[in-house]
């Protein structure tokens, strides 16, 4: 059994629409249950219709409803294991170095990780970055002096302090002498070189961010002018999404890992080579203790900072999950509460919050074994140098100045290798993000918007002619939608073409803008093809057109404030306002897509009359539904099959009693007047 539940047309090429019907594709719905083009209503089967609604909206009733909602989630849910008990067991887990602490701190902060692509990830252009760069070259330059500079001083730190521990020792071990003295000028030497570090840091980093600031904006003013000028068929083939992605997260993303590479990386590379020389210069003999257990450590803590930061991302991933649910039901909350859906969206929603919870639980534990064991392994490195070093001051190897140096130096060159091992892996997620926003900055579109002739718009008649077209759309290319379909617009005349819902109408009005290119044939206005003339002048001052779907957002042709959506707006009120944009470049040629198919008698009367004055003086091209508004076209074309199959005037085609006859047989019966 069916029900037949009433719902607002969900346009073509409308973001709305697409994505409700994607995002019904996916939790299981046939599209077709939802939306048939053309028709206006929506046949359910009754298992569909959901069994319990929100009826009484007091918060204490919503909020008992969500937690049913959630229970019953939580129920589904399986529990992941034990994390604690992985880490534990984990041999690796037993050397994990201090520094691997800022590893996962790195996990908890980047929020911006890109949810992986599932397409081939393109390569990475220097050249592009260069460019990028260039106009920041001279700030760039001095950032990586500056944190040239900062390295340099953090070698020198651990060396200071020795001297300082030492003059501490003699004092402590002669008992003579003004220690005030004796300790000041080190301890100076020391201050001005933390305070020279410090302002070499504030000054690299300043600099840095803004060379990353200026360059990710220099990208998304370029990918965003590049995406603008992509043929309307690569909007068919991508989705507004993934490319809003590549323009917010991925260049995000790109900027993140430029600077950091640069600073971080600069800084560790130097720290790491600089203080093994010191540790060298120190005490050869601990030096080579530590070369054989460093990197063993730094290895392991790696390999379990990487296992973390891919949970990490994981949770991030299933985060976005959750988030993707919301927006969908929140952006369409008129379509869920035309189908009393709150139920399902509010279980849907609270099944992916609860897996996020429990993947990001798992992490925390994860998280928080890691850093004890960390504090741990940290606390028996020094405990172990000191042993050894103690042993080397027993046999005067080494003072108690030099042990000092030897274990703030060691530690920098921990924390610097550490850093240099989540570098690499951010650097490598860095140029893959920048890769796929470079990817459309190359791609050139096949129809430019702007370039070719005009004609004075004083001798333009608008007479339009489409020659022996054959048309698939790229996104499927098998499908052939018009079959040496030959159209005449005479100028100042009204054709109207109607036909069976999938036909190829709209198509037609389509390549006429030329938002596509015909496979083969031609278009002509006034008897020159379209591709010879200016694509912006055309769609800019020459075409208009007028469709069902509304414009979203205010513009600046309009006096008066449209609510997001034009929710607040009658369907008789938004269609005016759509044919006075249309209206206010004075087109020759005027498209009408359906333009009145959507509203009740009264408005429908209204905007006809707009129309009426509107189409007065111009060529109009009107792709009807509803027959009742084309019969006083001059020429009515039927199409079949990619084809015009029938043509002539209203009482022609009825005293003909073919398809045109038949079709308004139909819409009668189905109680269209
Ligand atoms: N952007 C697109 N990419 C791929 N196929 C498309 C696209 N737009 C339309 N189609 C397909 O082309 C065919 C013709 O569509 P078109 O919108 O021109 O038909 P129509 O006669 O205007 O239909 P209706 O009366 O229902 O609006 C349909 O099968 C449709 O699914």
Redo the contacts with the bound molecule.
């Keep these: 059994m069916f029900h037949f539940a009433r719902c607002s047309r969900l346009t073509?090429g409308n973001v709305t629409s697409d994505r409700l019907l994607n995002s019904q594709k996916t939790r299981g719905f046939t599209i077709h249950h939802l939306y048939r083009?053309?028709q206006h209503t929506v046949p359910w089967s009754s298992s569909q219709i959901p069994s319990t609604q929100i009826t009484v909206n007091t918060p204490a009733r919503i909020w008992r409803q969500a937690q049913k909602v959630l229970r019953l989630a939580s129920r589904k849910q399986p529990r992941p294991p034990n994390i604690a008990l992985k880490f534990i067991l984990g041999p690796a887990a037993l050397t994990v170095t201090a520094r691997l602490l800022g590893t996962v701190a790195h996990c908890e902060a980047d929020v911006n990780n890109n949810i992986p692509h599932k397409e081939v990830i393109p390569e990475f252009s220097w050249a592009i970055l260069w460019e990028f760069v260039r106009p920041q070259l001279l700030a760039l330059i001095g950032a990586i002096i500056l944190a040239f500079g900062a390295a340099a001083l953090n070698i020198q730190i651990p060396l200071m302090l020795g001297e300082l521990v030492n003059v501490v020792a003699r004092h402590m071990r002669e008992q003579a002498g003004d220690y005030v003295r004796d300790i000041k000028a080190p301890a100076l030497k020391l201050l001005g070189l933390y305070a020279l570090q410090g302002l070499l840091t504030s000054g690299y980093i300043i600099l840095l961010s803004r060379v990353g600031e200026r360059v990710a904006a220099d990208m998304r003013t370029t990918l965003f002018t590049s995406l603008l000028r992509q043929d309307v068929a690569f909007f068919?083939a991508n989705k507004t999404g993934q490319l809003v992605n590549r323009l917010t997260s991925d260049i995000q993303e790109f900027k993140s890992s430029f600077k950091l590479v640069i600073s971080q990386g600069l800084r560790s590379a130097t720290q790491t080579v600089g203080c093994f020389v010191s540790l060298y210069v120190i005490s050869p003999k601990l030096t080579g203790l530590t070369v054989v257990v460093l990197p063993c450590l730094v290895g392991a803590g790696a390999l379990i900072g990487s296992f973390l930061r891919k949970l990490s991302r994981k949770a991030q991933e299933q985060v976005a999950k959750a988030t993707g649910v919301a927006d969908e039901a929140l952006g369409n909350v008129r379509t869920v509460r035309a189908f009393a859906m709150e139920d399902r969206e509010l279980e849907m929603y609270a099944a992916e919050v609860q897996k996020s919870a429990a993947m990001n639980e798992t992490l925390g534990t994860g998280i928080a074994v890691f850093q004890g064991l960390s504090n741990i392994v940290l606390n028996c490195i020094v405990l172990g140098t000191i042993f050894a070093g103690g042993s080397l001051m027993a046999r005067d190897d080494m003072s108690p100045g030099d042990l000092m140096s030897f274990l703030v130096a060691s530690q920098t060159v921990q924390r610097s290798l550490a850093s240099i091992s989540i570098l690499f892996g951010q650097m490598v997620r860095g140029m893959s993000a920048g890769a796929r926003v470079f990817e459309y900055l190359a791609l050139e579109p096949t129809v430019p918007l702007t370039g070719g002739g005009r004609i004075p718009l004083k001798s333009l008649t608008g007479r339009v002619e489409f020659m022996n077209i054959n048309f698939s759309?790229p996104?499927?290319p098998g499908n052939q939608?018009l079959k040496n379909f030959n159209l005449t617009l005479p100028p100042y005349k009204t054709v109207a073409i109607v036909?069976e819902?999938?036909?190829?109408?709209?198509?037609v009005a389509a390549l006429l803008e030329r938002f596509y290119e015909p496979s083969s044939g031609v278009v002509m206005l006034d008897g020159l093809d379209i591709r010879t003339l200016d694509p912006s002048w055309l769609r800019g001052h020459v075409i208009g057109f007028i469709s069902q779907p509304i414009i979203k957002r205010t513009m600046d042709t309009t006096p008066w404030l449209v609510s997001e959506r034009g929710v607040t707006l009658s369907g008789g009120q938004k269609q005016r306002i759509a044919i006075a944009r249309a209206l206010i470049k004075n087109p020759s040629v005027l498209i009408l897509d359906?333009a009145t198919s959507a509203l009740d008698a009264e408005s429908e009367r209204v905007v006809q009359e707009a129309l009426d004055r509107a189409t007065t003086g111009r060529t109009v091209l009107i792709?009807a539904?509803r027959l009742s508004t084309i019969q006083g076209a001059d020429l009515i074309c039927v199409m079949s099959n990619g084809r015009i199959v029938e043509a002539g005037t209203h009482l022609d085609l009825l005293s003909k009693g073919g398809m045109y006859a038949e079709l308004i047989k139909r819409q009668r019966s189905d109680g269209h007047k």
């Design positions: 073509r083009r053309g068919d759309y996104t499927r939608i036909g819902s999938g036909g190829g109408k709209s198509t359906e792709i539904h």
